[in-house]
């Protein structure tokens, strides 16, 4: 039987799409098609990671699903628990703020396909309907957004940008200046380091409501030690 295998474009992606029709035996695509279900993939998706195997290919996908499983070997499990991927681009992680109310912080990184200048976004959402909880977050994320804009133009390509609101962060990954060939562990590592960062900052801010002051200025000292220790900053 003759069957067309789809190449998946989205949006951003320099990959060209095109159909294929490959005459394959019935029974290989039954298995092609469990061991699809089974990895938690399309048909053609499958078969496309397979060929890109065979043949030595790093698709996106693949580079993806390595730099999340590197994140994962590096995650801490007494500060994040690794929640279910919302997608094969992005995936979460929860963290736990010792503060009233015991709000949860969830994380969710997503990584574009494409390499590009911004190759992917940190979401971040404090779980609490306090509005004095989220209006005591925005504050954290503008005095982040400060300290960021002050110290980190000279280490990445373009710029860094931001958006927040009700309680939500979305943060753009830029890619950092002179590291057009940065491995997927030395990326694991660097979106796994800032995402630790944050969580340490976040938790320093409420620690220290009482005096924004004395917050601000111990956020700038972290940050100004995460510069200088950081192997690639995003």
Known sequence: MCYNVAVNRKEGVPMNKSVYSLV????????????????????SAYINSVLADAVSFT?????MSDIFAGIEQLVNGDVFRIMPR???????????LHYKYNPVINYSIELYRDFDTTFGKLKVSLRTQSKSLIAAFEDFLLM????E???ISEHITGSVSYTFENGRFVRAFSRPADEDN??????????YGYVRLFDELVKIYFGNMTDR???KKLIGQRYT??????RLII
Not at 144 to 147: E, I
Not at 225 to 230: G, I, V
């Open 59 to 63: 698709t996106p996908e693949k580079r």
């Open 86 to 96: 919302p997608s094969e681009t992005a995936l979460a992680l929860r963290s736990a």
């Open 213 to 215: 002051t004395a917050a």
């Open 149 to 151: 804009r002050a110290c």
């Open 182 to 191: 940065a491995s997927d562990s030395e990326i694991a590592e660097a979106l």
């Open 144 to 147: 982040l957004a400060d300290t």
């Open 24 to 43: 394959l035996s019935d029974d290989v695509v039954e298995a092609v098609d469990r061991a699809a279900h089974r990895a938690g993939m399309s048909r």
């Open 225 to 230: 030690a995460y510069l200088r220790t950081a």
